[in-house]
């Protein structure tokens, strides 16, 4: 199988503080990641690509310094939300894939963001 | 540009009637195909995908999508819907003209709503 675990699955945290997310691939090397949020009823929108070793590749709109993106292995890519603000409350998800366009994505659990 | 529309946000089916989801794409080349359903408060678990060869493509829990090259479609079936059907699936479009980190990109979503 190809397992994606995300930690953590729920976070509260203040306003003005740092909350990291972490994407681990348990199975299998990811050579990329990718990142989404998604908003209530609606659908995933991509955040960043994430290549292991290089610097992600940013979707328009998308703030790269209030989003960092990590991806330091082949089987972790962390996610830091700086200064966190009420706005940034959303549910995030990872994905990985094995390495080829014609492979699915698999995908983690998703991490409750609640900043308050 | 790829895209996917998902034209229906809602489909309501009786248990044990045949089920559709609809799925248009758009992209420059031949595309990779995803269907994947998401649970509340839970990532997306894949489905099926086409990728080349037969347009039926089969899929978990009974799933099966066809290709129509010529309406750009991928329309997500099922022969006997279940209650456990319920939940909300996305359709996913990746180019595999571009390299292995390729984007994903995600329709909008359907709900879908099995009643006893």
């Known amino acids: 199988g190809a397992v994606v675990s995300q930690h953590p699955s729920w976070v509260i945290c203040k306003s003005g503080t740092s909350v990291k997310i972490e994407c681990r691939s348990l199975?299998?090397?990811?050579?990329?990641m990718f990142w989404y949020r998604q908003f209530p009823k609606q659908s995933l929108m991509l955040m960043a690509t994430?290549?292991?070793?290089?610097?992600?590749?940013?979707e328009q709109g998308v703030e790269k310094d209030k989003f960092l993106i990590n991806h330091a292995s082949l089987t972790l890519s962390t996610l830091t939300v700086t200064s966190a603000h009420p706005e940034d409350s959303s549910f995030y998800i990872c994905?990985?894939?094995?390495?080829?366009?014609?492979?699915?994505?698999?995908f983690g659990q998703g991490t409750r963001l609640t900043v308050v | 540009a790829q895209s996917v529309a998902q034209p229906e946000d809602q489909v309501n089916v009786a248990e044990g009637n045949p089920l559709t989801v609809k799925c248009t794409y758009s992209?420059?080349?031949?595309?990779?195909l995803f269907w994947y359903v998401q649970y509340p408060n839970r990532g997306l678990q894949f489905l099926l995908k086409?990728?080349?060869?037969?347009?039926l493509v089969k899929g978990s829990y009974g799933f099966e999508a066809e290709f129509n090259k010529s309406q750009t479609s991928f329309h997500l079936k099922k022969p006997s819907a279940l209650v456990s059907d319920s939940a909300l699936y996305f359709c996913?479009?990746?180019?595999?003209?571009?390299?292995?980190?390729?984007?994903?990109?995600f329709g909008s979503g359907t709900r879908l709503s099995i009643r006893p």
């Open positions: 994905s990985a894939t094995k390495g080829q366009s014609n492979t699915e994505a698999f």
């Open positions: 199975d299998f090397q990811a050579t990329t």
């Open positions: 994430s290549n292991e070793g290089s610097k992600a590749t940013y």
């Open positions: 992209v420059s080349g031949n595309p990779y």
């Open positions: 086409y990728i080349t060869g037969d347009n």
């Open positions: 996913a479009v990746r180019d595999p003209q571009y390299s292995s980190a390729s984007k994903i990109i």
